[in-house]
């Protein structure tokens, strides 16, 4: 039962930041394509940098790690596609959701709060590599005409380049740049989420079937999956189990706007979105009891 509520306590404030986002959409129906660029092409390349550039943060220590992260991302967009196929949709609709998970606004605090703050470096390695897939391998499933040079140039992509290179060279940034950076950043995820609240007023009803399909299918695939990753490549006994609660996060936020930036049945994957994150409630406690 604690596990349930502290579970609920970090769910709570993303589950009231999107029901704000509709609420205030279903009395005022906003425009938020400018909000979603900024939030692009701004907001989230400095919440990149401001983490990666941090010089308490040691990549190397992680690799295991981070080639685990790697292995269980392609391996749930494979059964993706297979999904995809038996239930005759748009693979660029069901893949992405299945690749990439929540481990920012969710994976992030619940490190924390079942392991210590110890716990968070693993996090963040998680966070990173995820966060990188998505936006090269994850814009590239969405246009393929994007070359991989190309991927380069968005500017999440070029955030991620930059701290990494800060980080690993030793540069010690001015802390009131680094201190900006951070309160930009900070923006990011409540509007990440506020515009997927203001996207589900569009939701579809039919879409419900397979939103509910993929709520239950990626955290499930994405467990079993983990839990063989983390004993193929030789994951420490913490490492595992963070690695299996990693596995079963919902998908992400960012699924959502990658869809609607590129016109891939935004609708669906904002259902996809919602109804995977509600799912977390009863998943994530099952994905801890088989851990702790």
């Known amino acids: 039962m604690e596990i349930l509520i502290r579970i609920a306590s970090i769910l709570f404030p993303i589950f009231a930041i999107v029901g704000a986002g509709y609420l205030y959409a279903r009395r005022h129906a906003p425009e938020m394509t400018v909000a979603n660029r900024l939030n692009m092409d701004i907001f989230v390349p400095a919440l990149v940098f401001a983490a990666l550039s941090d010089r308490a943060f040691e990549p190397r220590t992680y690799l295991p790690l981070a080639l685990c992260a790697v292995l269980l991302i392609v391996l749930c967009g494979l059964i993706g596609r297979g999904v995809a196929q038996m239930l005759r949709l748009d693979w660029k609709t069901v893949v992405p959701p299945m690749m990439f998970n929540n481990s920012a606004n969710i994976g992030l605090p619940l490190a924390v709060l079942a392991w210590g703050q110890e716990a968070l470096p693993a996090a963040v390695m998680l966070f990173i590599v995820s966060n990188l897939l998505h936006f090269s391998v994850g814009v590239r499933l969405l246009d393929p005409r994007a070359g991989m040079l190309g991927v380069l140039r968005v500017p999440s992509v070029a955030a991620m380049a930059a701290g990494f290179a800060v980080n690993l060279l ?14 930009v950043g900070d923006i990011a995820i409540p509007l990440l989420l506020f515009a997927l609240g203001v996207r589900m007023t569009a939701v579809r009803f039919t879409d419900l079937r397979v939103a509910v399909l993929i709520a ?8 079993a999956l983990a839990w063989c990753v983390a004993r193929l490549v030789g994951l420490g006994e913490r490492e595992a189990a963070m690695f299996l609660v990693f596995g079963a996060l919902p998908p992400a936020v960012m699924n959502f706007l990658f869809a609607e930036r590129y016109g891939q049945d935004p609708a669906r994957v904002a259902s996809i979105v919602l109804i995977g994150n509600l799912a977390a409630v009863i998943t994530l406690p099952l994905a801890l009891a088989i851990v702790l």
């Open 170 to 183: 030793g540069i010690a940034l001015w802390p009131p740049l680094l201190e900006a950076c951070r309160m």
């Open 216 to 223: 239950l299918l990626r955290p499930a695939a994405g467990a």
